[in-house]
């Protein structure tokens, strides 16, 4: 297990931004926990907006940057998803967590948490986790490999092409994946993608034994849980609610006030109470349920479809 590095918002002074701490130490948790996992090649970076956003819901918000990104440790192995859970576990330690909220590969992670560790979290938020065949693993790696060797040598040519390829993004947010693609490990990542991830979605979602909300892009937009693999996820989830917003895989990135329009009410809904964590029997905490949130009518100004393994994927 790795300790890792993380972001808060809510302390004092956090910031937009966040305030960095490193894998050694962070403040004391005075409000509830959010913990927000990326994904594969991103960085605690990438909550800038969701962050504060939390924060003015009255939580307070540790973002995680995973083994082999962002600030945490470089690695040339202990990349699988159980490694990757493990890491968050051990980083984030006894503090109760009242929401964790996951990202494509951040997904995964979070969902192998909740089945290893039951009553780790009481709430959980899936945003477009992948499916073992929807994604083509060679191009990924290979793609991961090419704009984390850019990221170094052509910086700016790489923001101007992600600007110019993601459109829906905000100011600043092509800066920021620059940003993280130059933190990013990306030898190693893109070697332990190479040849696949082993991992059953269905089943990691059928184990999830708590209130969890399951936020998915739409298939011509880019998202990476497609055809029966999202058929299968989306019957397999036992206490969740699915929503599709209409936007691509990054729905964080492109799409956040559908994002937060879909949380909200499933937040008012699946409340619990605050405070040291209570199990039942076999480390359960009680299910919480809740109103089926409306869909969001919201849509982009533009469509795009990206290319090879999806830029904005992480």
Do not use: Y
């Amino acid at each position: 297990m790795t300790k890792l590095a993380t972001r808060r918002w809510g302390a004092e002074e956090s910031g937009r931004e966040g305030r960095p701490t490193s894998p050694e130490g962070r403040g004391a948790v005075h409000r509830p926990l959010a913990v927000l996992v990326h994904g594969v090649t991103s960085s605690s970076r990438t909550w800038w907006r969701v962050g504060p956003a939390l924060v003015g819901r009255g939580l307070q918000v540790l973002a995680i940057d995973l083994r082999g990104h962002g600030a945490s440790p470089r690695t040339v192995a202990g990349l699988s998803v159980a490694d990757l859970a493990a890491d968050v576990a051990e980083t984030v330690g006894d503090e109760p967590v009242d929401l964790l909220v996951g990202h494509s590969l951040g997904a995964l992670v979070a969902l192998e948490l909740v089945g290893r560790r039951p009553g780790f979290a009481r709430r959980l938020v899936l945003e477009d986790p992948p499916g073992s065949s929807s994604v083509d693993w060679a191009a990924l790696a290979a793609g991961i490999e090419a704009d984390t060797g850019r990221a170094g040598t052509d910086p700016e040519a790489l923001r101007r092409e992600l600007g110019a390829a993601n459109p829906t993004w905000p100011p600043g947010e092509a800066e920021r994946r620059v940003a993280d693609l130059a933190d990013c490990d990306g030898q190693a990542v893109a070697d332990a993608l190479r040849g696949g991830v082993a991992f059953d979605l269905a089943a990691l979602l059928a184990a999830a034994d708590l209130p969890t909300i399951l936020l998915l892009a739409e298939e011509a937009l880019g998202s990476n849980l497609t055809g029966l693999d999202r058929k299968a996820a989306v019957e397999a989830l036992r206490d969740g609610t699915t929503r599709v917003l209409p936007a691509g895989h990054s729905l964080h990135r492109e799409a956040l006030d559908p994002w937060l329009a879909a949380l909200d009410p499933w937040l008012a809904g699946s409340q619990t109470p605050i405070g040291p964590r209570r199990r039942q029997r076999g480390g359960r905490f009680a299910p919480a349920g809740g109103p089926t949130p409306p869909g969001s009518r919201w849509r982009p100004r533009l469509r795009w479809a990206g290319w090879g393994w999806r830029r904005g994927c992480g």
